[in-house]
């Protein structure tokens, strides 16, 4: 390995450390604290910086970067309520396990815990939703502390990382190193422990896959899809794992949980083994079964040992890289020592399939369009596309992965674990940035869309063509619809008032359209696509529809 080293200061060392990994793209917001960072940044053509408007939306657009792309999205914000604003955004990426560099400024050394102008102590802060964080005043820990945080951030179960950059080590100088190759942490699997789950699963007579977003970090759609057609094994996904097994797929059932298909729930209730890939089984599939019974026909497999058995205890588990231990089972099944077809479980998947008559089309409530007959139009229009959707959260969210179709893994974005609102419109660009600038569609509420529409700006600035389609309802949807169940229909503080959103758009300077019936959504969306701008296009529709 050649090493070569120069002496350089640490703002220069930073920007130089980004680009030895391979950094194209910075989310963020200046301040004083790093202005040396940002002169560093304007000198330099490598990596591009798109600056957001609020530094919660740079962690955001980071997070739909990362997720879009594979690679580690990257922050960078000055102190204080700068590096306060990036709490929400970092604690849903370590949910949704989405792996970030997310670069904190921080007042002089020598000031630190002086309550100084602008000081927080973020490490104390984000010590619960980082995978690790760090504090760096000495320039000469600043190159290695790098490097180590994308090995974090990227290696294992991944998620954020938060650097923490007091001011001096910025105009300070050391040596700076040039390393040919870096290499992330690879996880090993037990052979002998594969064999076992595999004998478990060929031994089976109804078992059911639950791939989840560790499935899509992992690479492993192929495998998976592989794995089970030559077992006729069908799939369900957690709503993280939607996209990592075709949606067209026969063995394909749906998503599972408590706004998940019928049939998928269905299935995994009639099986007698549930083999887990790469999901935590949160508390929004869990409550859709008996614990006791999923426990005792549970595999679980992850590449963090963490995760298992730290919710509910599997009847077996196993700890690897999801693509490395299908690729495992793969090799068996076709060698000479197992014949595949004597365990196919073709009978069982033509059960599981039946369930589908489960799903039932949704009741429309009144004549006003209905989010579902919008999802329906969107698919139609993206069916040939291959676009990137991501979501906001609430209704929209659920109606989205429910009637929306992905036949590729890193096409359907949302907010999982944290469920955060103000997610969808920043992940969106970041989407379309990962993307070289290729048309996004953003499904949004109306109040998740109000709690970062100044990134319009954003858009605008860079020419990003997000497609955001408004489900427009004058409420808090979701929240409404629990109001209407659970407390005998009494509505408070979940109807909202709106911006006029085409007047809105038109003052930033971007197209628009609103939409009211069916007929209008497919020439709407074929216009926004056309545009390859940034686009708006506000649907009413139906307030009190139920999911």
């Known amino acids: 390995m050649q090493t070569l080293t120069k002496t350089l200061t640490g703002a220069q060392i930073l920007i130089e450390t980004l680009k030895k990994l391979g950094v194209d793209s910075i989310f963020g917001y200046p301040g004083g604290i790093v202005l040396s960072v940002y002169d560093e940044l304007s000198k330099q053509e490598d990596i591009k910086h798109y600056l957001v408007r609020h530094e919660q939306a740079a962690v955001h657009a980071a ?22 604003n990036v709490v929400t955004g970092v604690a849903d990426a370590y949910l949704d396990g989405t792996p970030l560099v997310v670069f904190t400024g921080q007042v002089m050394s020598n000031l630190l815990h002086q309550d100084a102008f602008q000081e927080v102590d973020i490490l104390d802060i984000t010590k619960s939703c980082t995978k690790k964080n760090y504090q760096v005043s000495d320039v000469k820990e600043l190159e290695s502390t790098v490097l180590d945080a994308f090995k974090t951030a990227m290696s294992g179960r991944q998620g954020p990382v938060v650097v923490d950059l007091t001011k001096n080590i910025f105009s300070e100088v050391a040596e700076f190193s040039s390393v040919d190759k870096i290499e992330f942490d690879v996880s090993h699997i037990n052979e002998q422990e594969v064999k076992n789950v595999l004998d478990e699963i060929l031994n089976s007579k109804a078992p059911v896959i639950i791939s989840g977003g560790g499935v899509i970090q992992a690479g492993a759609s192929n495998e998976l899809l592989e794995f089970s057609k030559l077992l006729a094994i069908p799939v369900v996904s957690s709503m993280m794992g939607i996209g990592g097994f075709p949606c067209n797929n026969e063995n394909y059932l749906g998503m599972l949980g408590i706004f998940g298909n019928n049939a998928s729930n269905q299935a995994v209730k009639n099986s007698d083994l549930v083999i887990a890939l790469g999901t935590r089984l949160n508390d929004r599939i869990r409550c859709c079964f008996n614990e ?43 060698s000479d020592r197992v014949n595949a077809s004597k365990y ?18 949704p009741l429309k409530r009144s004549e006003n369009l209905h989010s579902f007959e919008v999802m329906k139009e969107i698919q139609d229009c993206i069916a040939d596309k291959n676009l990137t959707v991501v979501t906001e959260v609430g209704q929209h969210q659920v109606w989205a992965a429910r009637y929306l179709k992905f036949l590729s893994p890193r096409k359907f974005i949302t907010s999982g674990g944290l469920g955060t609102m103000g997610f969808g ?37 860079y020419n990003i063509p997000v497609i955001v389609i408004i489900f427009d309802n004058n409420y808090l949807g979701m929240v409404r619809q629990f109001q209407e169940k659970m407390c005998n229909q009494r509505y408070f503080a979940t109807k909202i008032s709106n911006p006029d959103f085409i007047k809105l758009a038109q003052s930033y300077g971007i197209d628009c359209i609103r939409v009211d019936s069916v007929n209008q959504i497919k020439s709407a969306i074929e216009t926004a696509y056309a545009s390859r701008k940034p686009f708006l296009i506000d649907v009413k529709i139906e307030p009190m529809e139920l999911l």
């Open 63 to 84: 997070e739909g970067y990362a997720r879009a792309s594979g690679k580690c999205g990257v922050v960078l914000v000055t102190s204080g309520p700068g590096a306060t």
């Open 292 to 334: 006791a019974e999923l426990s005792k026909k549970l595999v679980h497999i992850d590449i963090s040992p963490n995760e298992i058995a730290r919710i509910i205890k599997p009847h077996m588990s196993l700890v690897g890289d999801i693509k490395s231990v299908l690729n495992k089972m793969l090799d068996i099944l076709k």
């Open 344 to 361: 196919s479980k073709n009978n069982w998947l033509a059960q599981a399939v039946s369930l589908k008559t489960f799903d039932k089309e």
């Open 425 to 461: 419109f920043p992940a969106s660009i970041g989407a379309s940035v990962a993307s070289n600038n290729q048309p996004v569609i953003c499904i949004a509420g109306d109040g998740s869309f109000q709690m970062n529409l100044q990134e319009i700006a954003t858009c605008v600035d």
